[in-house]
């Protein structure tokens, strides 16, 4: 069974930056295409950002483009996601995930959900 285990998240004021991290036991985690969600209360989930495989290629939600950026660690199997001029919109649980269907951007194609972890942006 995989499990991912995100950390990092906290209380930060707007234009702050903040790093999570996503530590997974998978190990196929070289050869996966890995993904961030976000969900905010009240809303469903939502694409923020996947690295392919080596890493050499990311893609964004237009609302993270040029804030955010998704890097991974494949010897330790971490992935990462920093986030700059976080804004109060950011608020939300952020979840990383195996991607295993064809589409990056929705949250059906992926698997093994971590718990979560909590970023709250005070304005």
């Known amino acids: 069974q995989v499990q991912l285990v995100e950390s990092g998240g906290g209380l930060v004021q707007a234009g702050d930056s903040l790093r999570l991290s996503c530590a997974t036991s998978?190990?196929?985690?070289?050869?996966?295409?890995m993904g961030w969600f976000r969900q905010a209360p009240g809303k469903e989930r939502e694409f923020v950002g996947v690295?392919?495989?080596?890493?050499?290629?990311?893609f964004y939600a237009d609302s993270v483009k040029g804030r955010f950026t998704i890097s991974r660690d494949n010897p330790k199997s971490t992935l990462y996601l920093q986030m700059n001029s976080v804004t109060p919109e950011d608020t939300a649980v952020y979840y990383c995930?195996?991607?295993?269907?064809?589409?990056?951007?929705?949250?059906?194609?992926?698997?093994?959900w971590g718990q979560g972890t909590q970023v709250t942006v005070s304005s």
């Open positions: 998978a190990r196929t985690f070289s050869r996966d295409d």
């Open positions: 995930a195996v991607h295993i269907g064809s589409d990056w951007y929705e949250a059906g194609d992926y698997a093994y």
């Open positions: 690295s392919t495989r080596n890493g050499i290629n990311t």
